[in-house]
C-alpha cells in the first residue's frame, strides 16, 4: 500500500501542507513517499477487484477553472490494493466534513485520473447529488463502500466518486465511462438511491464530462475577455 504520497512537482513545504490537511499522522508513521511503488495485497489480505487511488485537490473559488489549473492542484495520497489496505489508509484520512474552503476528495480505479480529458472519462459523465452540510461524511463512505464492494453491478463502467466541498453545500458525485448508455447509467442511479438511502424527492443530475468541458473553457474565456 502506497499513502500520502509526495508529488514531484511540490516543495517541501507544500507537500507538508498537504499532508497536514488530509492525513491524521499521530499513529504509526504512515506517509510513504514513494509514488512509483507497484500496490499489491499482502499475504492473507481480502483483494478488491481494482486498485484504488485517492486523490486530493484544492483551490482559490475566485480563479477561473481550467485544465492546467486544475492539473496543478489535484494531488495524489495513496493507492490500495485491498480491504484491509483501504481500512489502514481510510482512518488516517480526514473526515469530507472537517476540510475547510474549496476542496476535493476523489476515488478513483488505479490508472484513471480524476479529470475529464482521461481516456477513461472522456466519453462519460457523472451522476451528481447536492447535499446540506453535515451530510458529506456519511454519504461519502456509504459511496465508496459500495464502489469497493461492486454493489453498482455495471461491469468497469464506474471510474471512481468525488467528494466537493463548498462553502454553501457539498457535492457528491460518481464518474462512469459511457454517457450514452442509458441503461448503465439509470442502473448507477437506481443504486445511488437504494445505498444512500435518498428520499424519493432527491433531486440528482446527470451531466456529462463534455458538457462540463464546454461549461468551463466558455466560463474560462468570458474571464480572460473581461
Known sequence: MT?????????????????????????????NNNPRKMVSPAA???????NYTFWYSRR???????????????????????????W????????????????DFHLFKEGIKPMWEDEANKNGGKW???????????????????MLGEQFMVGEEICGVVVSIRFQEDILSIWNKTSSDQVTTSRIRDTLRRVLNLPPNTIMEYKTHNDSLKYVTLRTWHFLVI
Open 128 to 146: 451528481i447529488i447536492r447535499l446540506r452540510k453535515g451530510l458529506a461524511s456519511r454519504f461519502w463512505e456509504n459511496i465508496i463502500l459500495a
Open 60 to 86: 482559490t473559488p475566485s480563479r477561473p477553472a481550467n485544465t492546467l489549473s486544475y492539473e496543478q492542484n489535484i494531488r495524489q495520497i495513496g493507492t490500495v490494493a485491498s480491504v484491509e489496505q483501504f
Open 3 to 31: 499513502t500520502c504520497n509526495s508529488h514531484p512537482s511540490l516543495k517541501d513545504e507544500d507537500q507538508e501542507d498537504l499532508d497536514e490537511t488530509v492525513c491524521n499522522r499521530e499513529e504509526d508513521g504512515s506517509i
Open 44 to 50: 492473507g489480505e481480502h483483494p478488491l477487484q481494482y
Open 88 to 103: 489502514k489508509f481510510y482512518s488516517h484520512l480526514v473526515r469530507p466534513g472537517d476540510l475547510t474552503g474549496h476542496s
